[in-house]
């Protein structure tokens, strides 16, 4: 599987039914038939939009879609995204609202690379920005990144977070979504035993697998049934000459998402049926509800080959966080080092990507925390995707989240000098 060869075959695969949907799409569309009023040729032109849009999706990164957020005066004030900290593998992004005065909670979002872009967090970080100066990582797609650049692995991420976290300040409050929540904790942990005064005020973890152990899912399931070497041979490929980083080992997002697919491939096929029937009735919309989730649901980015080797191997089937056994750059980290930073941890009942038990895991590493800086919540009702981003996190994690910032927003005690008799 690694060779450039079976990379350019999967994009080619997905070029042709792309050029497929929109060849069917205009020659359906001639106005010609008109004369011959039969609903073949509406069903065509239905299935060619639909398949032209949902193929050419695979490879653009969504745009944020934040344009503006309501201030406190009444008004619309436009969002800026900056670029606050550039680099090879990822950057850490501002939300920059202008002519407005700086929010008091300086919030640093962590999102997931696991496939999609970190645009899977857009309707979150629209739910913050009234309230909170609001940070995002914003990792590339390992395509576009040259070989020169080097490796980028699990490790490396970490440092990355450490790297974001020391540039905003003690005064941050970090939120992570779902895979970064045990690298994030390391991270955090990393901090507190090299450069105490930066770490942030408060940790809240969303959904993560800090134990994967802890809850048994098809996620866990899998990675206990293959070994690396066969992982390896069939999961990793090589960037083609399309794209800059040819040559570079990666695990696809195309063959991820052909994976997410198949998983639950009867739902995915009756919401693209009543799309297209919907569609050919006249009666879709440009941005009605399969457009919004799917746009964004079939946008996705390849990983580096070894960091999500590693992913697998150190944090699922070692599990060297959930061990406390985690090594970063030749030094351990020890997750009890933690010992001003408020942790807090969310779980959805429902979730059955990261169970209940394998989040909430978090607390029980951090020793050297007192139970009053330690909070967990578990939503009943919420699956996975609705713990960040859906009517439970509007409505009831939200609302707890902000809580836990303001709680934990003073500057911690530092020990008193003993003085000297």
Same mark, same amino acid.
């Given at each position: ?39 073949? !040729? ?17 490879? +653009?990164?969504?745009?944020?879609? /934040?344009?503006?957020?309501? *201030? ?5 004030? &436009?969002? =800026? ?38 645009? %899977? ?23 576009? +990144? ?9 490790? #490396? ?33 990393? %901090?507190?035993?090299? #450069? ?9 973890? +969303? $959904? ?55 998983? =639950? ?6 919401? !693209? ?17 399969? =457009? ?16 999500? &080797?590693?992913?697998?191997?150190? /944090?699922?089937?070692?599990?060297? +966080? ?30 059955? /990507? ?13 020793? *050297? ?13 919420? $699956? ?12 009831? /994690? ?24």
């Amino acid at each position: 599987m690694k060779y450039m060869a079976t990379y350019d075959l999967m994009e080619a695969t997905r070029n042709t039914n792309e050029w497929l949907g929109a060849s069917a799409r205009a020659f359906a569309s001639y106005p010609i038939w008109g004369l011959v009023p039969h609903p073949a !040729f509406k069903l065509m032109s239905a299935w060619g939009r639909v398949t032209e849009r949902s193929f050419a999706r695979m490879v +653009i990164k969504p745009d944020w879609g /934040i344009r503006s957020v309501v *201030g406190e005066d009444g008004r619309d004030h &436009l969002v =800026n995204v900056e670029i606050a900290v550039r680099k090879p593998f990822g950057d850490l992004i501002h939300f920059k609202v202008p002519n407005r005065a700086p929010r008091a909670r300086k919030v640093m979002l962590v999102a997931p690379m696991s496939g999609h872009y970190a645009t %899977l967090l857009r309707s979150t970080v629209a739910s913050l920005l009234p309230d909170c100066e609001v940070y995002v990582t914003d990792w590339h797609n390992a395509r576009d +990144i040259p070989v020169s650049a080097g490796k980028f692995d699990v490790e #490396d991420y970490t440092l990355y977070l450490v790297e974001f976290m020391r540039h905003l300040g003690p005064d941050t409050h970090v939120i992570a979504v779902c895979q970064p929540a045990p690298l994030t904790l390391a991270a955090t942990a990393y %901090l507190a035993a090299e #450069d105490p005064d930066a770490q942030p005020r408060s940790l809240t973890l +969303i $959904g993560g697998p800090i134990d994967p152990e802890a809850a048994a899912t098809e996620v866990t399931d899998f990675g206990r049934s293959v070994t690396m070497g066969q992982l390896e041979h069939l999961a990793i490929q090589r960037v083609g000459f399309k794209y800059a980083g040819a040559g570079r080992l990666v695990y696809p997002g195309l063959l991820q998402l052909a994976g997410f697919m198949s998983m =639950n491939s009867d739902r995915h096929l009756k919401a !693209f049926t009543d799309k297209i029937i919907a569609a050919a009735k006249g009666t879709d919309s440009e941005r009605d509800a399969h =457009n919004v989730f799917y746009d964004e649901y079939l946008a996705v980015m390849d990983m580096t080959a070894e960091f999500y &080797l590693s992913t697998v191997e150190r /944090i699922f089937k070692k599990r060297e +966080i959930a061990r406390n056994d985690f090594v970063v750059a030749g030094k351990k980290v020890d997750i009890g080092a933690i010992t001003s930073v408020a942790v807090k941890t969310v779980e959805g009942a429902n979730d059955d /990507i990261s169970a209940p038990g394998q989040c909430v895991a978090a607390l029980k590493l951090c020793t *050297g925390l007192p139970d009053s800086k330690k909070a967990s919540h578990l939503e009943p009702g919420a $699956g996975h995707y609705g713990i960040f981003a859906g009517k439970s996190w509007r409505n009831n /994690i939200r609302p707890l989240v902000l809580s836990f910032i303001d709680a934990n927003s003073a500057p911690p005690k530092k020990p008193a000098k003993l003085q000297a008799v």
